[in-house]
């Protein structure tokens, strides 16, 4: 994304969140994106995911030189792109693994037999991946969201993204609201997916989950501002002095 401005539409009315904002996340890497809250990491993340209350009102998005803006929200899907939400609503009446199983089929081309289409290999592969972050094959049968903990809902939009095979993931304070045990299965799975190919774009206010999953690229976003760049020692120095000292640097 080049120069991005974004204004968040509530009521009918718009506020400036973002300006000007520049970053890129390469194909295999880690990019984790930092700032308190309130900095407009969220806003960032839904903008390039298409939400239609955050609009674009300066500069590109692109992904691997296809422009993004002016494509529905499920086309950016297609092409590769997955947001992983802070806080992932309940959808009640639809199972998990349905849930994948639809999302799977529509990217491979099912047409119409999105549920009927039931690859054995891929349904393996959905037992295997929900073990792999602690998740029981009974868990594939409940609704999505539905009496899920906070833990348990991070780790089905991990589920999502490790079995769709995006091209780009945002993953929106993955490690938020999680035990020591629940940061590492959440940094486990983001190299996991970047070793597969993904770029990775990692949001957190918290420098706890890079101790696990070292970031090629650290960027740090205040008041809607790019505020500074780097490479893990950055995440570091903000452990030791806080996002404070950054105001006013933008």
């Known amino acids: 994304m080049d120069g991005v401005s974004v204004d968040v539409v509530k009521d009918g009315s718009a506020k400036r969140v973002l300006e000007g904002v520049t970053l890129s996340v390469a194909p295999g890497k880690v990019h984790a994106l930092m700032g308190p809250n309130g900095s407009g990491k969220s806003t960032l993340l839904y903008a390039v995911a298409g939400h239609p209350d955050y609009r674009v009102a300066g500069g590109r998005i692109s992904m691997d030189g296809e422009e993004l803006l002016g494509l529905a929200p499920e086309e950016r899907a297609l092409k590769g792109l997955l947001l992983g939400f802070q806080n992932p609503v309940e959808v009640p009446g639809v199972r998990l693994s349905a849930l994948v199983l639809v999302s799977h089929n529509k990217r491979v081309g099912a047409g119409r037999a999105l549920l009927e289409a039931r690859d054995p290999k891929f349904l393996a592969r959905m037992r295997e991946v929900a073990a792999s972050l602690g998740l029981s094959s009974d868990f ?111």
């Open 140 to 250: 594939l049968n409940r609704d999505v969201n539905v009496g899920f903990s906070g833990g348990e809902r991070k780790r089905a939009e991990l589920l999502q993204a490790m079995l769709l095979g995006p091209r780009y993931v945002l993953l929106d304070e993955p490690d938020s609201g999680l035990d020591v045990d629940g940061v590492r299965i959440v940094a486990q799975s983001v190299k996991d997916m970047a070793s597969a190919g993904a770029g990775v774009l990692l949001v957190t206010h918290y420098s706890r989950i890079l101790r696990y999953v070292v970031p090629d690229e650290v960027t740090l976003l205040v008041d809607g501002r790019i505020a500074g760049r780097g490479g893990p020692e950055l995440a570091e120095s903000v452990e030791r002095e806080g996002y404070a000292s950054l105001r006013g640097r933008s």
